[in-house]
Nanobody, 123 residues
Framework: QVQLVESGGGLVQPGGSLRLSCAAS????????MGWYRQAPGKERELVAR??????????DSTDSVKGRVTISIDSAKNSVYLQMNSLKPEDTAVYYC???????WGTGGDYWGQGTQVTVSS
């Protein structure tokens, strides 16, 4: 019903920057929340940052380890979310997953995930 397609991952040196993009398509009535999670080898998936639309206002939150280094933004007209990551560290290395909480119709909807994009921070 709903597909999320990510792009923008890759290899970057410590201190570098990357911008991840995610576009949602399919049966979308509205999107409440879009965001990014990540999973490093041997670790659980964790929230990186998310943005929630409520009463025409966007609310953002992010995990403490990335505060001040990432900016999440949304283009509601394009059903897209972006994650600008700066001052990247080796510990940011992970597969990054796009997430969306989508309303697909009256009283229906769910959580959707992208296929993941690899971010590797290494010299």
């Amino acid at each position: 019903q709903v597909q999320l397609v990510e792009s923008g991952g890759g290899l970057v040196q410590p201190g570098g920057s990357l911008r991840l993009s995610c576009a949602a398509s399919g049966r979308i009535f509205s999107i409440n929340t879009m965001g990014w999670y990540r999973q490093a080898p041997g670790k659980e998936r964790e929230l990186v940052a998310r943005i929630t639309s409520r009463d025409s206002t966007n609310y953002t939150d992010s995990t403490d380890s990335v505060k001040g280094r990432v900016t999440i933004s949304i283009d509601s007209a394009k059903n897209s979310v972006y994650l600008q990551m700066n001052s990247l560290k080796p510990e940011d290395t992970a597969v990054y997953y796009c997430y969306a909480m989508v309303i697909t119709g009256w009283g229906t909807g769910g959580d959707y995930w992208g296929q993941g994009t690899q971010v590797t921070v290494s010299s």
